[in-house]
């Protein structure tokens, strides 16, 4: 078999037709279509930790979906919420996160805290917050800890939280005391329109999960993909 470097020093007309067909493979190799990423690659895994506004969101899905084309690599996430449920329920489930091994865990407590019913003070709410950060912090010391606020409330849902927006800061100054990540999604909601935003979220505390998804899940891959995306 005639070497490549034999093969380029013969003339033209002297040249194996292999010649060509080995051109034409390279051609072809250059032109296919580049995989999204590649399979072997280890999955980003998340761990959304919450209320209903996660059990309930929708939003995952399409997070894992953006995310994945943002990053070139497989994204997973899993959930560890409940509905109804407050920030004392969430430090029963600090091991559940941690089994997982996320590499990223995105928060959401306050809501039911800030309900009245729910009899969480302020102070309880906060302390509490404070715990399970520190607790992630320990015990996943190479995740991204990121502490959201969701979306607005309104109706029986808004009036029964009068205070929301004091949990909402009190949860955002324990993560930023510690050094940890916050994405505030209520400015976005805030776009749209008064009857826009009462038909996404007709019950006044859960977002549809199709509008929730195009709320939240371009500010997600935003704050964690930063400039590193490549859609």
């Given at each position: 078999m005639i070497s490549l470097r034999l093969w380029r020093t013969l003339p033209i007309e002297r040249r194996p037709t292999y010649g060509w067909l080995l051109l034409l493979a390279c051609l072809v190799m250059l032109s296919a279509p580049k995989s999204g990423y590649a399979e072997n690659s280890p999955p980003l895994k998340i761990v959304a930790f919450g209320t209903s506004l996660t059990a309930r969101g929708?939003?995952?899905?399409?997070?894992?979906?953006?995310l994945a084309a943002c990053l070139q690599r497989p994204v997973k996430i899993e959930s560890v919420a409940k509905s109804g449920e407050t920030s004392l329920w969430a430090l029963t489930q600090i091991d559940r996160?941690?089994?997982e091994q996320p590499d990223i865990v995105l928060i959401e407590f306050y809501a039911n805290d800030a309900a009245l019913q729910r009899f969480v003070s302020l102070a309880q709410s906060r302390k509490d917050i404070g715990d399970i950060l520190d607790q992630l912090r320990q015990r996943l010391p190479q995740a991204r800890i990121i502490v959201m606020a969701m979306n607005p409330f309104s109706g029986l849902r808004g009036l029964i939280r009068p205070f929301v927006g004091s949990y909402i800061s009190a949860h955002r100054a324990e993560a930023e005391k510690r050094g940890l990540e916050f994405v505030d999604h209520r400015p976005n909601w805030r776009r749209l329109t008064p009857g826009d935003l009462a038909a996404a979220i007709p019950d006044g505390a859960h977002p549809l999960p199709d509008i929730a998804s195009e709320i939240i899940v371009p500010e997600l891959v935003k704050h964690i993909a930063g400039g590193n995306c490549r859609e």
């Open positions: 929708g939003w995952q899905p399409a997070l894992e979906t953006r996160v941690v089994a």
